[in-house]
């Protein structure tokens, strides 16, 4: 049976299907000895699929590899970086780091910190990334100052960024904090830099901010501890049964005509 080259790719932990795609368009990829074009599928029962030269086998196929790290702030969410700054990957032990395809799921600023999935299942990186894919995440913000209920109340109805308005956000200030400059905030979509921009905007400055949470998938650990910055754990079966029936409602949303769902 053939399938998209993009797609294999995915499936067989060489690249996320994004990066597969910029492979492809690079020319890296060949079948049978022909360099391939987007669009082209592959048989690997017939074909013979090569990624700089080496063979893409159906009997390599790593196992799949679920992880939730808490990325440290000064930390690159990235699989390697032009300026040598250290990664996420380089955070992992060497078993998990080469030929995995292991890579994150989305990004967190350099200087932002808390949860990040790493996975080498290419699909489910496609659909948690996408835009139209609406899987809430928990941020801790702490303000250089108090926030004013006015601003509280535009930031949860939506602010215009590049010209496009911010989906409505959840947020609460944590009551524990008396300086009343941390607040909690669940956002639904991520736009690059998007609570820094919005705060911004509304005339504060970030001083730090820590994700908590993805989906269901949190930090906590026994005792109201958190998993230690720059550490990692394997997700469990049920948080892996969450992610992926995400991924099946994102696949049914996106088959429908565009003007058919919320975007």
Known sequence: MSERVQKVLSQWGVASRRKAEKMIIAGRVQINGQIVKLGDRVDLTADVLQ??????????????????????????????????????????????????????????DFASSGALILTNDGELTLSLTHPRYHLPKTYLVELNRSPASKDLASWREGIVLDG?????????LV?????????????????????????????????????????????????????????????????????????????????????????
């Open 51 to 108: 990624v700089d030269g080496k063979a893409v086998k159906k009997t390599n196929r790593p196992q799949p590899i679920y992880l939730l790290l808490n990325k440290p702030a000064g930390v690159v969410s990235t699989c390697c970086d032009p300026q040598n700054r250290s990664t996420v990957i380089e955070l992992l032990p060497t078993s998990l780091r080469f030929g995995t395809g292991i890579h994150p799921v989305g990004r967190l």
């Open 164 to 172: 496009k308005k911010t989906l409505p956000a959840r947020i609460d």
């Open 175 to 263: 009551k524990s904090n008396q300086a009343g400059k941390i607040i909690k905030i669940v956002l639904t979509e991520g736009r690059n830099r998007q609570i820094r921009r919005v705060a911004l905007q509304l005339g504060y400055e970030v001083k730090r901010l820590h994700r908590i949470a993805i989906g269901s998938i949190t930090l906590s650990m026994v005792k109201d501890l958190e998993l230690p910055p720059g550490k990692y754990r394997h997700l469990e079966q049920a948080e892996i049964k969450f992610l992926k029936n995400y991924n099946a409602k994102f696949l049914k949303v996106a088959a429908q005509p565009r003007s058919a769902v919320y975007d």
